[in-house]
């Protein structure tokens, strides 16, 4: 393995998080956001990224009511209406990364698409299913398992 940043390139050229590597030991904001490569467990992707996207929601709605850019009829104004636009690559590699730690490739993700099943699929593959244990070929156990 060849550490390139905050990842390891294993066999295979597969890149995979390293949580120490270039951090210090600090969570990585920025590969957890950004990145599509590696895995993320459940417990990481509900109480990092859940509870961060709803509050930062609801901050940019009131930051719409505070500038008087929020349009009730729609729902959203200026700023809500951006950070939505912000928000949908951080949603698509967190949900990536867990449907890693599930050993499914992240174009599943495209079955949040299909109304009702996407929404069911999600909270129950990617929220309630526990990942792989042990290695697969997305990268290391994020928990530290072994088969």
């Given at each position: 393995m060849v550490v390139q940043g905050n990842c390891l390139r294993a066999k295979g050229g597969?890149?995979?998080?390293?949580?120490?590597?270039?951090?210090?030991?600090?969570f990585d904001w920025k590969w957890f956001l950004l990145s599509i490569e590696g895995r993320i467990p459940r417990s990481t992707y509900w109480l990092r990224f859940i509870p961060t996207a709803i509050a930062l929601g609801?901050?940019?709605?009131?930051?719409?009511?505070?500038l008087g850019t929020f349009n009730a009829e729609q729902g959203y104004g200026v700023i809500s209406g951006l950070f939505s636009l912000a928000a949908i690559w951080p949603s698509i590699a967190t949900g990536v990364k867990r449907l890693h730690d599930r050993n499914q490739t992240g174009w599943l993700y495209?079955?949040?698409?299909?109304?009702?099943?996407?929404?069911?699929?999600?909270?129950?593959n990617m929220g309630i299913l526990k990942g792989t244990t042990g290695a697969n070929k997305y990268g290391p156990d994020p928990l530290g398992g072994t088969n």
């Open positions: 597969v890149m995979v998080q390293s949580t120490q590597a270039a951090t210090g030991g600090a609801f901050v940019s709605v009131f930051v719409d009511m505070a495209l079955i949040l698409l299909i109304p009702f099943i996407g929404g069911l699929f999600w909270l129950i």
